[in-house]
């Protein structure tokens, strides 16, 4: 494979894998109750809402959770393997595709916490992180680990 052939490739993953972080913290905040007045949680609503908001009519809210965000997050990384599988000439069952994607979004579900958790305890040498209003949406995404 070329440097370019993995450069694409690289560039590719790291796309789709800031795309499903992002709908993964959307239904993450929406689980946890975060604030929604918080800038933060403002602008990962603005980042999403032009692809959630058009199926959230179809596809409703169970109890707390944001399922079109879900959604989202399950179908672009099913795009990404599916590319992937494709530009290098593999194939996946239906399957295999599926596991495959609930796996990669346990991995980011999980990555999201441990890097929050991080983050909090990062920040609790500087600041408390629940006397910041900028910074309390962490302490709330936490609050259920």
């Not at 596809?59 to 707390?64: D, G, L, M, S």
């Not at 997050?73 to 194939?91: C, K, R, T």
């Not at 990669?104 to 600041?127: G, K, M, V, Y």
Request: charged fraction near 10%.
């Amino acid at each position: 494979m070329s440097p370019v052939d993995q450069a694409s490739f690289f560039a590719l993953q790291f796309i789709f894998d800031i795309a499903v972080f992002f709908f993964v913290l959307r239904f993450a905040l929406r689980a946890a109750h975060v604030n929604p007045r918080s800038a933060f949680v403002q602008g990962i609503a603005r980042l999403t809402n032009p692809m959630c908001h058009p199926i959230s009519r179809f596809v409703p809210y169970h109890y707390r959770w944001d399922m079109t965000a879900l959604l989202w997050a399950f179908v672009l990384q099913a795009v990404y393997y599916s590319l992937m599988a494709l530009l290098l000439g593999q194939n996946y069952s239906i399957v295999g595709l599926t596991i495959l994607t609930f796996s990669d979004l346990l991995r980011a579900f999980l990555n999201l916490w441990f890097l929050t958790i991080i983050a909090e305890a990062l920040l609790s040498f500087f600041r408390p992180v629940q006397t910041d209003p900028n910074l309390y949406f962490i302490a709330e995404l936490n609050r259920p680990i």
